[in-house]
Antibody, heavy 128, light 110 residues
Framework: QLQLQESGPGLVKPSETLSLTCTVS??????????WGWIRQPPGKGLEWITN???????YYNPSLKSRVTIFADTSKNQLSLKLSSVTAADTAVYYC????????????????????WGQGTLVTVSS | QSALTQPPSASGSPGQSVTISCTGT?????????VSWYQQHPGKAPKLIIF???KRPSGVPDRFSGSKSGNTASLTVSGLQTEDEADYYC??????????FGTGTKVTVL
């Protein structure tokens, strides 16, 4: 079945760039029905949507993070990458990648949907 | 976009029912058919349990049900079991290809 695995440095210094990779197995990120997303969760807090990407390049961002986020889909490696620049302690969180399963109606593929499945997540701590 | 509002906690005894609310606005919950719910056990990734307001993925017990009225969505867990003790998050499509999550509710089985 589809599996997602996040990886990257667990510790990043303030003002530097956080870089993470999500490796997808058991399915292709080039599938036409799905977007792929990143969501984060600060320790002891709730979930925050960061960004979604379609393999062909359409990208959508949380407006509050847009200026600092870069996302890329590498179809040759079946991987997604996330970069978050100018990090502060507030960016300390578990970062998850997930497949966005979009809704389908008689009018075609809809922008809304649900995240399923999720990777196990990776904790990134921002500290000097 | 602001987080959807959920009660911080809810509880019930085994076999009882618990209902969790998720309040947004007409721009997200009230205006979207794409409200979903996620269950998260400590140290684990969230798991989808309800999508498109009231649909259950394969393998999710029918004890879990979802509904929506106006700007508020609800998740009901009937016949509470000890394994239902977890954090629950709602999520909604918020328009303009944006998504928003709820503040989360910790469910305790007494």
């Amino acid at each position: 079945q589809l599996q997602l695995q996040e990886s990257g440095p667990g510790l990043v210094k303030p003002s530097e760039t956080l870089s993470l990779t999500c490796t997808v197995s058991g399915g292709s990120i080039s599938s036409s029905s799905y977007y792929w997303g990143w969501i984060r969760q600060p320790p002891g807090k709730g979930l925050e949507w960061i960004t979604n990407i379609y393999y062909s390049g359409s990208i959508y961002y949380n407006p509050s993070l847009k200026s600092r986020v870069t996302i890329f889909a590498d179809t040759s490696k079946n991987q997604l990458s996330l970069k978050l620049s100018s990090v502060t302690a507030a960016d300390t969180a578990v970062y998850y990648c997930a497949r966005l399963r979009r809704g389908i109606t008689i009018f075609g593929l809809q922008p809304g949907g649900c995240f399923d499945p999720w990777g196990q997540g990776t904790l990134v701590t921002v500290s000097s | 976009q602001s987080a959807l509002t959920q009660p911080p906690s809810a509880s019930g005894s085994p076999g009882q029912s618990v209902t969790i609310s998720c309040t947004g606005t007409s721009s997200d919950v009230g205006g979207s058919d794409y409200v979903s719910w996620y269950q998260q056990h400590p140290g684990k990734a969230p798991k989808l349990i309800i999508f498109e307001v009231s649909k259950r993925p394969s393998g999710v017990p029918d004890r879990f049900s979802g509904s929506k009225s106006g700007n508020t969505a609800s998740l009901t867990v009937s016949g509470l079991q000890t394994e239902d003790e977890a954090d629950y998050y709602c999520s909604s499509y918020g328009g303009s290809n944006n998504f928003v999550f709820g503040t989360g509710t910790k469910v305790t089985v007494l």
